[in-house]
């Protein structure tokens, strides 16, 4: 499937496709091409739907926290990076 930004950088994706996978992703950059990544509603339970019962000793609360501090570490290296990036 192919499809093309307009000229304020949006692009289409089409409804079976949103119906499917949901209305958010997250954008991951690599080296050759850009992937989108659907972001579930609840990402905790599409977690626990992807492994199993393999999380069912551990407090949801813990996980969520454990998380949460990940992704704010995680976007905290990529502002510094896009930071660091910018001043080159």
Avoid: C, Q, W
Wanted: net charge negative.
């Amino acid at each position: 499937m192919g499809t093309t930004a307009d000229e304020r950088g949006r692009i289409y994706l089409p409804k079976d496709v949103r119906d499917r996978y949901g209305d958010r992703y997250r954008i991951v950059e690599l080296p050759t091409h850009v992937v989108l990544l659907p972001i579930d509603d609840d990402p905790i339970e599409g977690v626990h739907e992807a492994v199993g019962d393999a999380f069912d000793d551990i407090d949801h609360d813990d996980l969520s926290e454990t998380t949460i501090a990940g992704a704010k570490a995680e976007l905290d290296a990529e502002i510094e990076d896009r930071e660091r990036r910018a001043s080159e």
